[in-house]
């Protein structure tokens, strides 16, 4: 049987190539399991049927989609903006109280549009419970009738 020997300077490059590669995974998984929260954010939509929400009225539609492998917990919904103007809350986040989002879910809030200039809002805007901020320009939607 032939003798295998050890020395001081294999260990130490074995050791080096285990961290190394403890470091990779580390930082992969880090990357992997972090928050990933898609918004969109769409005017002109109607609602029909018996939902609460007046059928004459046009909603901006604010789309929370969790894209990650952990759950989020969305506090507040709403509209930012341009310059020094008012921001907008929406009055769906505030009914319904903070929406856990769990992988793979989404969750929808309405705004009414009308009283809103849409030329000076900025965009949406959705904060977690941690305060970590998502935002997404507004699309316009279709306008005809």
Known sequence: ????TVTASMVAWYAALVST?????GIFLALRDRPRIRLTARTNWIVIGDSGY????KY???TVANRG?????????GLESKGDGPDYLASDSMRQGPREVGEGKAESYLMA?????????????????????????LESGS???
Do not use: F, N, Y
Not at 54 to 57: N, Q, R
Not at 113 to 136: C, F, M, N, P, Y
């Open 54 to 57: 007046g059928p004459d009225e």
């Open 21 to 25: 590669a403890s470091l990779g995974l």
């Open 69 to 77: 492998r952990r759950p989020v917990t969305i506090q507040s919904i």
């Open 113 to 137: 549009q009308s009283g809103l200039e849409l030329d000076s809002i900025r965009g949406a805007i959705a904060v977690d419970q941690t305060g970590r901020k998502w935002r997404a320009k």
């Open 1 to 4: 049987m032939p003798d295998i």
């Open 60 to 62: 901006i539609c604010i």
């Open 143 to 145: 306008t005809d009738e």
